[in-house]
């Protein structure tokens, strides 16, 4: 399935046809063949994943149901410390110092501790927009692990 030109792999146009025509189940049954083979293609491999990431993201999921393979699309993010900033003017100070600690003269920068500052959203819709802004997301990224 997977051609070898001058050391390289590529797949033909109908190679990836054929992948892009697959159900779910057979891709990751595809995915699996593709690992397992003695000179496995890691062109046909990674295409098969990009292809169920493709639309698992199409269809907002991030589990993909399959009996034999736990498939997953995980999402992971920064954030943004100016926009974070803004939450000064709308969170008591007092309140604000379980989450933020300022730069310090060491030059160490400022930090925020998500998971204390994700407790103001119960603070309002305006806290929440400012929390939700500051998200940098990262592409995602698809995880196949066969099932034990």
């Known amino acids: 399935m997977v051609n070898k030109t001058l050391g390289v792999d ?58 034999t393979h736990d498939v997953k699309v995980n999402r992971s993010y920064d954030t943004d410390a100016n926009v974070l900033g803004e939450l000064r003017e709308l969170i008591d100070p007092a309140i604000l110092a379980e989450a933020y600690t300022p730069e310090h003269q060491e030059k160490v920068p400022e930090k925020w501790n998500m998971t204390k500052v994700n407790a103001f959203k119960r603070y309002g819709d305006a806290v929440v927009e400012i929390i939700e802004r500051s998200r940098l997301w990262s592409p995602p990224r698809i995880s196949i692990k066969k099932k034990r």
């Open 10 to 67: 590529t797949l033909t146009d109908a190679e990836r046809d054929t992948i892009d025509l697959q159900d779910d189940t057979t891709l990751v049954e595809m995915w699996q063949a593709y690992r397992d083979s003695a000179n496995h293609s890691r062109l046909g491999y990674e295409y098969v994943e990009y292809v169920l990431q493709a639309r698992m993201t199409v269809d907002g999921a991030s589990v993909l149901p399959s009996t």
